[in-house]
């Protein structure tokens, strides 16, 4: 065994210690919770539109974030995936009238089921290979839903519009509402489900493979089941996602989910930050959402290029992403504070 694999069986095998701060860790992951479920009663209309889709494209980029910064494989093709779980959702609600909150299940079912049947062959593929393998995918699919194979099932060209029954009347939440809370429930359920994964011995397997298959291997780490459970884990996410963002839309057409898509969920991921699990996801989702928006209202019919140049500013400025920005303003601070009360207690009384 190498002395780099030595290292990394060390590293990897050592326990780790658990911070002081995990209580309160945990109370800013339980007061985050409270924040959501009570925005529900402080936004209306279009921003509860706006935090849902936020809050699903969160979902998916949690699940390429995995895949991407802890088992370091590239996608450029998952919005495929939340294509079919857009779909899966639709025609669950339009066929089969299945509750809208339930169709996220049938959905990650369905992409797992695809995932695992196209992440077999796509992972003995590794780095530009698996990225171009994935980028034929995105690029056929639209073709695909377009099919008047499929037009029965899918709407073809027209799509699919959703009728989507709102909570009861007990409840006292209107469908926006309904849909939020499905929203948020999601997302809280794949964020544990997140950070149960990467700090367990699944994030282990994935970072080993990622940094050294050869010495991952040494170690006794099956690399190829590390990598089908990344990218199963991955589809799954980017299903949830779509289905949930189908719910929230109303509406799926193949045009909905262009090649782009994928390269908006790539950038989530990265410009968020990778390898952060909830806060990188959050801000990428939130950076691909809104600023088109604001930026079309700086610059109409220039927004694209200012879209750019802020992606460029951002990687320039901190290549780790905005969760990385916030990480170093936070050490900053810390180092600050710790300065000043040093600096309290050698001052004489």
């Not at 995936?81 to 066929?95: E, M, N």
């Not at 995918?137 to 009728?163: H, K, N, Y």
């Not at 930026?295 to 990687?315: F, H, K, L, N, R």
Request: glycine share 12%; with cysteine.
């Amino acid at each position: 065994m190498t002395m780099e694999s030595t290292d990394m069986t060390q590293a990897l095998s050592a326990p780790r210690s658990r911070k002081v701060s995990l209580p309160f860790a945990r109370l800013g992951y339980g007061a985050a919770a409270l924040a959501l479920l009570a925005a529900t009663g402080v936004l209306e209309g279009y921003e509860l539109f706006l935090a849902s889709s936020i809050l699903s494209y969160a979902i998916a980029a949690m699940g390429l974030n995995v895949l991407m910064g802890y088992n370091g494989q590239i996608s450029l093709g998952h919005g495929a995936f939340f294509a079919i779980g857009a779909y899966a959702a639709a025609i669950c609600i339009d066929r089969f009238a299945v509750p809208f909150a339930l169709t996220p299940v049938i959905a990650g079912i369905v992409g797992m089921g695809a995932g695992w049947l196209i992440g077999k062959p796509a992972l003995r593929l590794e780095g530009v290979y698996l990225a171009l393998a994935t980028f034929g995918l995105a690029i056929a699919t639209p073709t695909v839903l377009r099919s008047d194979l499929f037009a029965e099932w899918t709407g073809g060209v027209q799509g699919l519009f959703l009728l989507i029954n709102p909570a009861p009347e007990w409840a006292g939440l209107d469908l926006d509402q309904s849909i939020y809370l499905a929203v948020v429930g999601y997302f809280l359920l794949f964020a544990f489900l997140t950070l149960r994964l990467v700090r367990g011995l699944n994030g282990k397997a994935w970072i080993a493979t990622r940094d050294n298959p050869i010495a991952a291997r040494a170690m006794g780490f099956d690399v190829t089941r590390a990598k089908t459970r990344a990218f199963v884990f991955s589809v799954l996410a980017c299903s949830v996602g779509g289905a949930l963002q189908a719910v929230a839309v109303q509406f799926v057409a193949p045009d909905s989910f262009p090649f782009f898509l994928s390269i908006s969920l790539f950038t989530a991921v990265v410009v968020g930050g990778l390898c952060s699990p909830l806060v990188g996801p959050l801000l990428g989702a939130v950076f691909i959402v809104m600023v088109p928006n604001v930026t079309e209202e700086i610059w109409q019919g220039g927004s694209w290029a200012v879209y750019g140049g802020v992606i460029i500013a951002i990687m320039a400025i901190q290549p780790r992403g905005l969760a990385g920005m916030l990480g170093w303003v936070k050490g900053k601070l810390t180092t600050h504070t710790n300065r000043k009360q040093q600096t309290g207690r050698n001052r004489p009384c």
